[in-house]
Antibody
């Protein structure tokens, strides 16, 4: 059974860089699924940040694209999020999730990490 | 980006009763829609994907239908553990987007 666990800085200064890592266990990060980051704040609700494939291919939310970088490390079985020039508006709970695709190309975020609160202050 | 509008914002239901939640997309998402349940302090939990397919381990009292721009999640007989916030999410186009949520509370 696949498990995900976020880790990283919980407090970031304004204009600084948010860095998070999601460890994948119980399954292969190199499987045919995308790996995604989602954040949640009271003001914006659930917001998709972007996704990465084990090959390194990425798709980002245009609203964050200029500040976001995602990477994957297959040898360490983790993927990472980097968000630059943060402001208070980036304060949120950040989740990593697996975007599973079935044989009919139906998709769903079926495994989630517990989430980590990042505060910009 | 595709905007998902959920209604109602809050639904008050007695245990054992049924509930119907709606999700409307600003443009067609075909059947590329998922539903999630979220309880306080927890990550969202996938209930439905492909507009109508139940995810692994999801009870049969959860069902969903729809395509294009109109979608429905139905809970046939609410159990105590079902009270939560429910979100729809589309994966037809980038960026992926979520609805604002429907809170199902105990009446």
């Amino acid at each position: 059974q696949v498990h995900l666990q976020e880790s990283g800085s919980g407090l970031v200064k304004p204009s600084g860089t948010l860095s998070l890592t999601c460890a994948v266990s119980g399954g292969s990060i190199s499987s045919s699924h995308w790996w995604t980051w989602v954040r949640q704040s009271p003001k914006k609700g659930l917001e998709w940040i972007g996704e990465i494939y084990h090959s390194g291919s990425t798709n980002y939310n245009p609203s964050l694209k200029s500040r976001v970088t995602m990477s994957v490390d297959e040898t360490r079985s983790h993927f990472s999020l980097r968000l630059t020039s943060v402001t208070a508006a980036d304060t949120a709970v950040y989740y990593c999730a697996r975007d599973r695709r079935d044989d009919y190309n139906r998709r769903g975020f079926d495994v989630w990490g517990p989430g980590t609160l990042v505060t910009v202050s | 980006e595709i905007v998902l509008t959920q209604s109602p914002a809050t639904l008050s239901v007695s245990p054992g009763e049924g509930a119907t939640l709606s999700c409307r997309a600003s443009q067609s998402v075909s059947s590329d829609l998922a539903w999630f349940q979220q309880k306080p302090g927890q990550a969202p939990r996938l209930l439905i994907y492909g507009a109508s397919a139940r995810a692994t381990g999801i009870p049969a009292r959860f069902s969903a239908s729809g395509s294009g721009t109109e979608f429905t999640l139905t809970i046939s007989s609410l159990q105590s553990e079902d009270f939560a916030v429910f979100y729809c999410q589309q994966y037809n186009t980038w960026p992926r987007t979520f609805g604002q949520g429907t809170k199902v509370e105990i009446k």
